[in-house]
């Protein structure tokens, strides 16, 4: 057992050292290959090192002790925050979908300029969130591929796992003009086009599919999840919500990288996202009031106090945009659509906490709270995403398009024509 | 761009074959009378926790401690180790009746429906068992469970296994009863064919009325393989309330089932949507 112990030392070590080693490779290549001058920064690099650290101490611990002796799960709660961060990336990447389907499907000039930052965040939020956090997550952690060979039709988790390894494909050929024309393989880069559109037909279908299906993985359980979630409708009010963040991530997301990194964009992309998102918004609160009114489910808000807060929580947070949004006079202003996009952002991944942790706990008897350890992983995860989304706008061509006047990336050849999605599939 | 015709041609073709895959993917029905089944006659149950002992020396985690042998003693509750256990806290405050908890091998279940990788399946004969090699440890069954049966080797690191009662499904292959109704005392457990014993349930509550109550398991989630007879209530007796009659895989049927006719959809209305963004060759702004 001593032995034991000194080899996972070992390993903590080493993974605790190589988690902050390249922490702080991140930080010096996001910083453009300087070392931090201001206190800031400095503080910046110090957050990330740490934060890297630990995660690696987490992972170590993770994969050498397994699932029981890190987290807080049991038999009584065996889905903690790592499947809820499943549920929140996937919902957090529609905006992935709903972009390249206004450009690609719909071909509203207007949004091109945003397509490759959203499809980035998508793929990157898809990646660390359905893959990342399974691998975590999923006991057998080896045996992920298994679903490739052994079929159950019948399983939502099934299918879900098939969307998933589709529509990171699909993502990736969104995805994969970017880094081509940073290569410089215009031929492939142009191959790629053409055959974009039949594929971003099927990850808007593949994103139908799954984003509806996280919703019904809990049509399974009636009596574990409080009626203020669990309804018949729970697949519907998943891919409508996932629209709407969508809507709202695509407005995030555009605005930070375009706000951080400097670059133009017109304000009615944004202010007209947030017109989209409107009455999709007023749908989907419509439907969640009615539903909860049918099946006499109000009384759970006093029931079960935590509950019952933490849906309100979420029924305000949704409904906040709606008047930021309204307000003719504030919708002309961007800064204004940015401030509609946090709330629904915030509160669709609130509702799918609640879905997949908060509203289990009373029937389950569980007092669930995720670890140190889980939470450590959750925020590697997300970082993950932030720094290589920072690396990629910084080294890949991100915001070359022939619409907003052709801004270099550094690094990137200067005669290099960009291919915007006009040229696509030969329709022009 | 395909033509008009292919188009719609391409859409009829795929709904009848859709069509047809769905007659093809019908879940086939364990035969409801015919499979096997025990019957649980809580009435005769004395708490003597011999088929908890026998059930524990069959799946090779040894008897029960000496110290845990006793009415009551014992942590009460199925864990990885612990396929079945004698339930004392149920019958309200004054009446402790003992309680015999195990999975309850539904005819339809839910971990089955649920598992991704079909590690979970219902066989012909009855039991519901655990293919450990094919499993992925997921944990959608320990959730879905409506009787919250299937439990987890938490502190593996490597192959966490899936711990549930398999109705001594090898021990039926040889024509043997489960090592729990082999072991028990007092008749308190029956195994048979699920009709015969359904039927005698059913004789017992007409011929003594005073003496039982209430039947378990006959409809409830669509039916279980174990059945219960009491003098007290299924609510009183430990088990989850609110449970509908209808078998749990077909709440998630109803949506998987309408996913054919979704991809169809969706991709007919974008491919039209495409077509008319782009007709005469030109973009619309």
């Not at chain 1, 729970?234 to 930070?256: K, T």
């Not at chain 2, 079945?84 to 003992?98: A, E, M, S, V, Y």
Request: with cysteine.
């Amino acid at each position: 057992m001593n032995e034991f112990n000194w080899i996972l030392a070992l390993f903590r070590t080493v993974g605790v050292l190589a988690m902050m080693s390249a922490a702080g490779l991140a930080c010096w290549l996001l910083s453009d290959r300087q070392f931090p001058k201001r206190v800031s920064a400095v503080f910046g690099w110090l957050l990330l090192i740490v934060l890297w650290g630990l995660g690696g101490y987490a992972l170590i611990s993770r994969y050498a002790l397994g699932l029981g002796a890190v987290t807080n799960l049991s038999d009584q709660f065996p889905w903690g925050i790592w499947k809820a961060l499943v549920l929140c990336g996937i919902a957090f990447a529609a905006g992935g979908f709903l972009t390249a389907c206004l450009v690609y499907i719909f071909r509203i000039r207007m949004f091109y300029p945003i397509l490759r930052p959203v499809v980035l965040a998508a793929y990157l939020s898809y990646m660390l969130s359905a893959s990342g956090a399974l691998l975590v997550d999923l006991g057998r952690y080896h045996q992920i591929w298994r679903p490739i060979f052994y079929w159950q039709h019948h399983s939502v988790l099934f299918e879900i796992s098939w969307c998933v390894m589709l529509y990171t494909g699909v993502l990736s050929v969104e995805f994969a003009p970017i880094v081509l024309d940073r290569l410089g393989w215009m031929r492939v880069s142009r191959f790629v086009h053409t055959i974009t559109v039949p594929f971003v037909i099927c990850g808007v279908i593949l994103s139908t599919l799954h984003q509806s299906s996280l919703g019904s993985l809990f049509l399974i359980v009636p009596t574990k999840l409080l009626p203020l979630w669990y309804t018949p409708l729970l697949p519907i009010f998943f891919f409508l919500s996932a629209l709407i963040s969508g809507f709202a991530m695509a407005i995030f997301v555009s605005a930070l990288t375009f706000w951080t990194f400097r670059q133009p964009l017109e304000p009615r992309v944004l202010t007209s996202l947030a017109k989209g998102m409107t009455p999709l918004l007023l749908v989907y609160l419509f439907l969640r009031v009615a539903d909860l009114t049918a099946r006499n489910a109000w009384v759970y808000v006093f029931r079960c106090p935590l509950q019952g807060l933490m849906f309100t929580i979420e029924m305000l947070l949704l409904t906040l945009p709606l008047f930021v949004v309204l307000k003719t006079r504030w919708s002309g202003r961007r800064r204004w659509a940015f401030a509609a996009a946090i709330p629904v952002v915030t509160g669709v991944i609130l509702n799918r906490l609640n879905v997949a942790w908060i509203g289990l706990l009373p029937a389950t008897g569980s007092h669930y709270f995720p670890s140190w350890i889980e939470i450590t992983v959750v925020l590697n995860l997300v970082s993950f995403g932030v720094v290589i989304f920072g690396l990629a706008a910084r080294y890949l061509p991100l915001f070359e398009h022939p619409d907003i006047g052709g801004h270099h990336a550094p690094g990137a050849t200067a005669d290099m024509t960009a291919i915007g999605p006009l040229e696509v599939s030969g329709h022009v | 761009m395909i033509s008009r015709r292919k188009f719609f041609q391409a859409g009829a073709t795929s709904a009848l074959a859709v069509l047809g895959a769905r007659r093809l993917f019908a879940e086939p029905q364990v035969d409801p009378n015919g499979c096997a089944g025990v019957l649980v006659d809580l009435t005769r149950c004395i708490g003597c926790r011999a088929c908890e002992n026998a059930c524990r020396v069959r799946a090779g985690f040894g008897p029960l401690p000496t110290a845990a042998i006793g009415y009551g003693a014992g942590d009460g509750k199925l864990s990885f180790h612990t396929r079945t256990f004698i339930d004392f806290r149920n019958g309200g405050p004054k009446l402790k009746q003992p309680v015999k908890r195990q999975c309850m091998h539904c005819l339809e279940p839910a971990c089955v429906s649920v598992c991704p990788v079909a590690a979970l399946e219902k066989t012909a004969a009855g039991p519901v068992v655990y293919h450990e090699n094919i499993c992925i440890g997921c944990r959608y069954c320990i959730l879905a469970c409506p009787f919250s049966v299937p439990k987890y080797e938490w502190d593996n690191a490597l192959m966490p296994r899936v711990g549930k009662c398999d109705f001594c499904a090898d021990r039926q292959a040889k024509d043997q009863s489960p090592a729990c109704v082999a072991s028990c005392p007092t008749g308190a457990l029956k195994f048979g064919k699920r009709g015969g014993l359904l039927q005698e349930a059913k004789a017992r509550l007409d011929s003594q009325p005073n003496r039982y109550t209430s039947i378990y398991g006959e409809d409830i989630v669509g039916g279980t393989s174990w059945i219960y007879v009491s003098d007290t209530a299924p609510e009183e007796l430990g088990f989850p309330p609110g449970l509908p009659n209808e078998p749990l895989p077909s709440l998630t049927w109803k949506a998987i089932s309408k996913l054919p006719f979704v991809v169809i959809g969706v991709g007919l209305m974008l491919s039209a949507i495409v077509r008319w963004r782009t007709r005469n060759g030109m973009e619309q702004p």
